[in-house]
């Protein structure tokens, strides 16, 4: 089945303990995007990737980083957690970047609390 | 500037009845493609339907169906007899040809569908 496969679906952490949400897509997609998601401020890009080793910034970087070493993967990593990082995770792929017809899938969603 | 607007923070409708979604979007661009997504209180993000800027006729996918309006910049989803598994977010999502690395989203419309 093609998928979007993001663990952990839930976790709760302290601030300063460092974490990764895994991605991975079985679609051979190009391009695989980060979203964070808020009450009342829709979904916001935090880091996408066009293809192996190539990663950019979206709208909302600070405090997270990325890697893109094989194409299936895209990990989310929070070096150091703050509280308002609290919010709900989406990893999302698509076939190219170059498409505008290009509907994004998306994981079912990481939903992270930092105490 | 908001790139995408949804006013509509929340919707009822009753079961078998029709809903119309609101969505607007602002781009200079000439090509791009418009998205809905739908969100149940799972989480998930389902995507629902899409429509290229040059489509000349309204998308549809069997309930879901797009009222497209070029020049008002807007990108309406109708929900055919409404059913009770509508009840959800519904986002509405935009991305341009020449900043296809990102996905826009409005902040999104709750529907809750009455028996």
């Known amino acids: 089945e093609a998928q979007v496969t993001q663990n952990p679906r839930y976790l709760i952490t302290v601030t300063g303990k460092k974490l990764t949400v895994t991605c991975s897509q079985n679609m051979n997609h190009e391009y695989m995007s980060w979203y964070r998601q808020d009450p009342g401020l829709g979904l916001r890009q935090i880091y996408y990737?066009?293809?192996?080793?190539?990663?950019d910034k979206g709208d909302v970087p600070e405090g997270y980083k990325v890697s893109r070493k094989e194409k299936r993967n895209f990990p989310l990593i929070l070096e150091s957690p703050s509280p308002n990082q609290t919010s709900l995770y989406f990893c999302?792929?698509?076939?190219?970047?170059?498409?505008?017809?290009?509907?994004?899938?998306f994981g079912n969603g990481t939903r992270l609390t930092v105490t | 500037a908001q790139k995408i607007t949804q006013t509509q923070p929340g919707m009822f409708v009753q079961e078998k009845e029709a809903v119309t979604l609101d969505c607007t979007y602002d781009t200079s661009d000439p090509s791009y493609g418009l998205f809905w997504y739908k969100q149940p209180s799972s989480g998930e993000m389902i995507f629902l339907i899409y429509?290229?800027?040059?489509?000349?006729q309204n998308a549809t996918e069997g309930r879901y169906s797009l009222n497209f309006q070029k020049a008002r910049k807007s990108a309406n989803l109708v929900i055919s007899a409404s059913q009770l598994g509508d009840s959800a977010m519904y986002f509405c999502a935009f991305r341009e040809r020449y900043n296809t690395d990102k996905l826009i989203f409005g902040t999104g419309t709750r529907l809750q569908v009455f028996p």
């Open positions: 999302a792929s698509s076939l190219s970047r170059g498409l505008e017809n290009s509907p994004l899938h």
């Open positions: 990737s066009m293809n192996v080793e190539v990663t």
């Open positions: 429509q290229g800027s040059y489509d000349q």
